[in-house]
C-alpha cells in the first residue's frame, strides 16, 4: 500500500517536472528578440549563408520537438544555458546564491512554523474574543503588506532611525569572509572558530529574516487558527475535557497533535512563498541570494538566467511538496487509501 | 438525455387544443417547481447573508476605503498636480505645498499617488476579469464533464501551480518584454488556475448533490442545469475569490514593477516609486505613500473578500501561496 502510494506520487512528480521543463521552453520559444540577432552582427543577419550555418550550428534548422529533446537532455545534464550577465553558466551562479538564500530562508521558515503554531493555537482558543479579532487583524495586515516596502520601512527604522542594525550585506565590510565550506556564513565563521564574524554575520540575518518571517507567519497563523478550530470541535477533544484533563494537557496531547497533521501541508505551500518573498526582499537587504540574482536577471532581461531560476524554484518546490506529501502519508494512513 | 421540459414554453393554443392533458401537465408542474423552487433555496439564502456581512464595522470601513481610491482614482486630475511634471524642488520632505513631499525628479508624491490608483484599480480588474474567465471556464468544464478532461484540465493547473506566482510572473514578463501589458498578461497566466482550481470544487460538489439529481429525475437537460444549477451555484465561491484576488492582483503588480517588468517611467505606479525611494533612505516620504496606498487598498479587499467568505463559503480555505 506504501509502495504504491510512493510510486504514484513519484510518477505524478516526474510528469509535473517534465511539464515544467516543457512550460521554461516554450517560454524561451515566446521571447520576441531571438538569440540568433542578439548574437550575430547586423551584417551578418543578412549574410542568408551565415544565418543558415549558425542555424545549423545550433540546432535551429530542426523541427520544435526536436529542439525541445535538446534543450530537456542539456537540462537534465545541469546545463541550464549561460547568463548573459554574469557570461558563468546559469548552474553555477545558482550554486553560488542558493546557500545565502537558505541562510535566511531556514531560521524564517522554523521560526514561522514555531511563532504560527503557538499564535494560531492561541487563536483559536481565544475564538471569537479580543485576542481572537486582534491575531486575526493582524494576519490581515501581514498578508496586505508588499514584502520590499516592509523590508524598506524595517530597515528605515533599524538601520537609519536607531543605528542598530547592518545596513546589508552579509557580512561587514571590514570583516574578511570565512573560507567557504558549507556557503553559510554564519556557519563557516563558527567553523572556523571566528566567533566575531559569526555574530556580525548573525546579526546581518536578522532583519531579513524578520522580515520573511512576518509574512510567513501571517499565512501560517490564518491556517493553523482554522485547522485547530476544527479539531476543538471534535467529540475527542470534548471527552477529554469532560474527564477532566487539565487544558494545558487537552490542547498539547490531543488538540495539536491532530491539528498539526494539515500544518504539515501548508508548510510546503508556506515555504515556497518564501522563496518568492526571498526575491523582492534580498533586493533591499544587498543579499546575495537567488531572489536578487533573479531580480537582476529579469531587469536585465536576462532569459537564460530568469528562466533557470524559475526552473530550479519550481523543481525545488515540487519536491518539497512530494516530500510534504509523503510525510503526510506516512502520519495520516487514511492519505494513502485515498 | 431527455429534453428540459420544464423550460419549453408552452404556447397557449397547444394547450386549448387539448386541455386534458395540458391540465396533467400542469398539476406535474406544479410539483416540480415546488421541487425546483428547492434547488435554489441555497442561493436565496446566500443573497440574504451577503447584506449581513454590512454589521461588521471592519467591512464597513474597508468598503468606505475602497470608495475614496475610487473617487481618488476617477478625481485625481482635478484634484492634483500632473503627476509626472517635474520641478526644481527636488528632495522635499512633506509640507504644506507638497503633501507627501517631492521626488528625485522634483516631482510630487501625492499626485503620484493618487495617479497610481488610476494604474492599480482598473489593471487588478482587468487581471481577475480575465484570470476568473479563464480558469472559471477550465474549472466549469474540468469539473462538469469529468472523466479525461477533468484530468488534463487539471494537470494543466497543477503545471501553472509549480511555479510559485511571482517568479513565474517575472520569467513571463522578462520573456515578453517590460511594460504594463506584458506585466498584465504575465499576471493573468499565473492567477486562472487558482479559479479553475475553486470553481472545479464548487461544481463538483453541486453534480452531487441530491436537488441536481432531483431535477435531472424531473427531466431537466444537462445543458439547462449547467445553466441554471450549476453556474449559479458556483458563484458564490468564484466572488469571495475574485474580491481576494483583486487585492492579490494589486500586490503582484506592484511587485513586478517594483522589479522594474512594469508600467515604464515615468509612469506614475506604486511598486515603482517604492523601487525609486529604495535608494536612498533619507527619503523616506517617496516610498512609504506608495506603500501605504498598496497597503490600505490590498487590506479592504482582503477584509471584504474575508467577511464575503465567512457567509458564502465557509469550507475553503484560501489557497495560501
Known sequence: MLLGFLLRRGVITVVLLVGVTLVSFLLIQAVPGDTMSATLSEQALQDPEIVAAYRARWGLDEPLYVQYLVYMRNVLQGDLGVSQQTGRPVLDDLLTYVPATLEIALPAMLLSLVLGVAIGLYAAVKHDRAGDHAVRAGTLIGLSTPPFWLALVVLYVFFYLLGVSPSGGRLSTWIVPPERVTGSVVIDSALAGRWDAAWDAIQHTALPVLVLTVLTVAMLVRFVRSAMLEVLDADYVRAARAKGLPTSRVLTAHVLRAGLVPVITVSGLAFASMLSGTVLVEQIFSWPGVGQYAFRSASALDVPAVLGVSLFVAVVYTVVNLLVDLAYGLIDPRIRLS | ?321
Do not use: C
Not at chain 2, 285 to 294: E, T
Open chain 2, 1 to 321: 438525455m431527455t429534453e428540459p421540459r420544464m423550460s419549453e414554453p408552452r404556447t397557449p393554443d397547444l394547450d386549448a387544443d387539448r386541455p386534458e392533458q395540458a391540465e396533467a401537465e400542469q398539476h406535474t408542474d406544479a410539483r416540480a417547481d415546488r421541487i425546483l423552487a428547492r434547488r435554489r433555496w441555497p442561493q436565496r439564502l446566500r443573497v440574504a447573508e451577503i447584506h449581513s456581512i454590512w454589521r461588521q464595522p471592519a467591512v464597513i470601513a474597508a468598503a468606505a476605503i475602497l470608495a475614496v481610491w475610487v473617487l481618488l482614482a476617477l478625481l485625481a486630475p482635478v484634484l492634483t498636480d500632473d503627476p509626472i511634471a517635474q520641478s526644481p524642488d527636488l528632495y522635499q520632505p512633506p509640507s504644506a505645498a507638497h503633501w507627501f513631499g517631492t521626488d528625485e525628479l522634483g516631482r510630487d508624491v501625492f499626485a503620484r499617488v493618487v495617479h497610481g490608483a488610476r494604474l492599480s484599480l482598473p489593471l487588478a480588474v482587468v487581471i481577475v476579469a480575465f484570470s476568473l474567465a479563464i480558469g472559471g471556464l477550465v474549472g466549469l468544464l474540468a469539473g462538469y464533464l469529468g472523466r479525461a478532461a477533468d484530468e488534463i484540465l487539471m494537470r494543466l493547473t497543477d503545471l501553472v501551480f509549480a511555479f510559485p506566482q511571482i517568479i513565474l510572473a517575472m520569467a513571463v514578463a522578462a520573456a515578453f518584454g517590460p511594460s504594463t501589458r506584458n506585466a498584465v498578461i504575465a499576471l493573468i497566466i499565473v492567477s486562472w488556475p487558482i479559479y479553475a482550481r475553486v470553481i472545479r470544487s464548487a461544481v463538483l460538489s453541486i453534480r452531487t448533490s441530491d436537488f441536481l439529481a432531483s431535477s435531472r429525475l424531473l427531466g431537466v437537460g444537462p445543458w439547462q442545469a449547467l445553466r441554471k444549477d450549476v453556474i449559479p451555484n458556483s458563484v458564490g465561491p468564484a466572488v469571495v475569490l475574485a474580491t481576494l484576488e483583486l487585492g492579490n492582483a494589486v500586490l503582484m503588480l506592484a511587485a513586478l514593477s517594483f522589479l522594474g517588468l512594469g508600467p515604464r517611467p515615468p509612469a506614475a505606479e506604486w511598486g515603482a516609486m517604492i523601487a525609486a525611494g529604495s535608494r536612498d533612505l533619507s527619503i523616506w516620504w517617496v516610498s512609504v505613500f506608495p506603500g501605504l496606498a498598496i497597503l490600505t487598498v490590498v487590506l479592504a479587499f482582503n477584509i471584504v473578500g474575508d467577511a464575503l467568505r465567512d457567509r458564502l463559503d465557509p469550507r475553503t480555505a484560501r489557497g495560501v501561496r
